[in-house]
């Protein structure tokens, strides 16, 4: 999702949670240990691009519940 300029669009740690179902708290957390969907830092900001989140939700995908497999 991009602007007229070609610039992404970027969603706050609010409306990412949201997308992804989620607590704001939780992608906190996750930046804190270094897990969850790729993020920007802006100045004091953080915000997420649609296409990371996009991302990170495919590549959740799972065929089973084994450790570590993907589909």
């Known amino acids: ?3 007229q300029t070609n610039i992404p669009i970027l969603l ?3 409306q990412a949670a949201e997308i992804l179902n989620i607590k704001a708290t939780t992608l906190r ?3 804190w240990e270094g897990k969850g ?3 920007r830092k802006i100045g004091a ?3 997420y691009a649609p296409a990371d989140l996009e991302n ?5 995908a799972r065929q089973n519940t084994s450790k ?3 589909a």
């Not at 990170?56 to 959740?60: D, K, L, P, V």
């Open 68 to 70: 570590g497999t993907a």
């Open 56 to 60: 990170y939700i495919n590549a959740a």
């Open 45 to 47: 900001s953080v915000r």
């Open 1 to 3: 999702m991009t602007n």
């Open 37 to 39: 969907p790729s993020f």
């Open 29 to 31: 957390r996750w930046r």
């Open 12 to 14: 706050t740690e609010h």
